[in-house]
């Protein structure tokens, strides 16, 4: 008797202790996810803002930004924050204004990524209407910076 009430209670020990370290690890997913979510937030706001130093603050040294969704030939990948820099002075220099409105954010269970369905409202510099519709996916590493946006 004595060694089954000891195995039931090393099984509940175990259960409980599984059941905890499940349970941290869903809370650090979802504190990420919500750190994460408000990092997503700001750079598209400092991209409406045209504002590149705070945009590019946000990113990691090794960041990829591309759109492999564009038409053909149009397709594009700035790897590293210089080329990010670089490609997004590229972009600003186009569009006279940028808006995104409809904003829909979803977080990964894990928390390190955030998807973003927008409508994208610009004006071109040439005053030409520019609407599309964007689904972005945003990954993040450990320290909440951005390392990928496809």
């Known amino acids: 008797m004595k060694l089954k009430i ?5 099984c509940t020990i175990l259960l409980l202790t599984n059941c905890t370290q499940q349970t941290d690890s869903a809370s650090k997913a ?7 979510l408000k990092t997503t937030q700001q750079v598209f706001q400092f991209m409406e803002q045209k504002n590149l130093d705070a945009v590019m603050s946000q990113f990691s040294k090794d960041a990829v930004f591309a759109q492999p969704f564009n038409p053909q030939g149009a ?6 924050n210089d080329a990010i ?12 204004k940028i808006s995104y ?10 928390g390190k990524t955030i998807f973003l369905e927008t409508q994208g409202k610009m004006t071109l ?3 030409t209407p ?10 993040f590493n450990n320290e909440g910076k951005v390392i990928k946006v496809t």
Do not use: P
């Open 130 to 139: 520019y609407n599309n519709t964007y689904v972005f996916r945003i990954d």
């Open 30 to 36: 979802i504190e990420s996810g919500e750190i994460n």
């Open 85 to 96: 820099r670089d490609g997004m002075k590229g972009i600003y220099s186009l569009i006279e």
């Open 101 to 110: 409105t409809n904003l829909t954010y979803t977080i990964a269970v894990d």
């Open 75 to 80: 397709d594009f990948s700035y790897d590293g």
């Open 6 to 10: 000891t195995l039931i209670t090393m």
């Open 125 to 127: 510099k040439n005053e």
